[in-house]
């Protein structure tokens, strides 16, 4: 089969498509032929290396994680799915590939009203979001902080807070403001000064922070909790330690992460989850989208279409 792979840590240019062998369904999982898959800053920051201690990376490995596709192949004792299905999940060998295989617990069915580039965007972000606002207690009448707002895990987060009945408070660049009052956020401009901004946004106080971003704004956190780490959580910042902040990496499926996937999916499909495509490349390709969302500023979720050439 294709899929793109690399055999050392570095930049975009270790990444390359080539043969590989076939992958085959285990018990309790499905071979899904794709027909997209998810972009994600976290792939391109485990291609450089850097996130080794949360993600041990066997070489050489296959990037991606998340995908939407049809069912080819069924494990051993799987009943949930049958071959033909169409579906969206999260992958145990690699997204960026013609055949990905995944765990049952972390697949959905795709609804019809999901393109396939539409529905390979929620898997990564919706749960991630909700593992993050689960370890926050985020709940009605609260106010959460989320920086990184206007990419797809700020997205959700906004979308997903906002549903539990808190005021959410999103830092992104200006372009990007409109597009977050829209999710329901009170945007909020990165740089110098950020603290006083999300104070006059927030003079009731932040109750939670949500960093997505990475970009070095958890003293600036710390300071407007108070001085205190507590309910403060980063998915992206390798010096969260110094500030006592947890870094929450997930890893393995979380119980029920099939049922709430395919509730989310639905809730997209009708109309009431948004996890907008910004752009989508061929399977070849791959190198150029982690540029891209290396580069940062991404609105939404960046896709690999293996499918096209």
Do not use: C
């Amino acid at each position: 089969m294709e899929a793109i792979v690399y055999e050392e840590f570095g930049g975009p240019d270790v990444l390359r498509l080539d043969r590989v062998e076939d992958v085959h369904a285990g018990p309790g999982q499905i071979r899904v032929a794709v027909r997209a898959a998810g972009v994600n800053p976290v792939d391109y920051k485990i291609r450089n290396g850097w996130m080794e201690a949360a993600f041990p990376t066997p070489l050489p490995a296959t990037p991606g994680s998340e995908f939407s596709g049809v069912v080819d192949e069924t494990g051993e004792g799987v009943t949930e799915f049958a071959v033909g299905d169409e579906v969206l999940g999260r992958s145990t060998s690699g997204a960026y590939a013609q055949y990905a295989l995944a765990d049952v617990g972390a697949v959905a069915r795709k609804p019809e009203g999901l393109d396939w580039a539409e529905a390979a965007a929620l898997p990564l972000a919706t749960a991630t979001a909700t593992r993050v606002l689960d370890e926050l207690g985020v709940s009605a009448g609260e106010t959460l902080l989320v920086h990184g707002a206007s990419g797809a895990v700020g997205s959700a987060a906004v979308q997903l807070a906002a549903a539990r009945g808190a005021t959410v408070i999103g830092t992104a660049s200006p372009a990007n403001h409109d597009y977050l009052r829209v999710l329901g956020a009170v945007p909020v401009a990165y740089g110098p000064g950020l603290v006083d901004r999300v104070r006059d946004a927030a003079p009731q106080g932040v109750d939670a922070v949500f960093d997505v971003a990475g970009k070095g704004v958890l003293g600036e956190s710390v300071e407007l909790r108070g001085g205190t780490a507590d309910r403060i959580s980063t998915i992206a910042d390798p010096d969260a330690a110094r500030y006592g902040v947890p870094f929450s990496a997930g890893g393995g499926t979380s119980p029920g992460e099939g049922r709430r996937l395919a509730e989310y999916a639905e809730t997209a499909a009708a109309g009431g989850l948004r996890i907008p495509v910004e752009r989508t490349f061929t399977l070849a390709e791959a190198a150029r989208a982690q540029e891209t969302s290396e580069a940062g500023h991404v609105r939404g979720k960046l896709i690999l279409l293996p499918g096209e050439h």
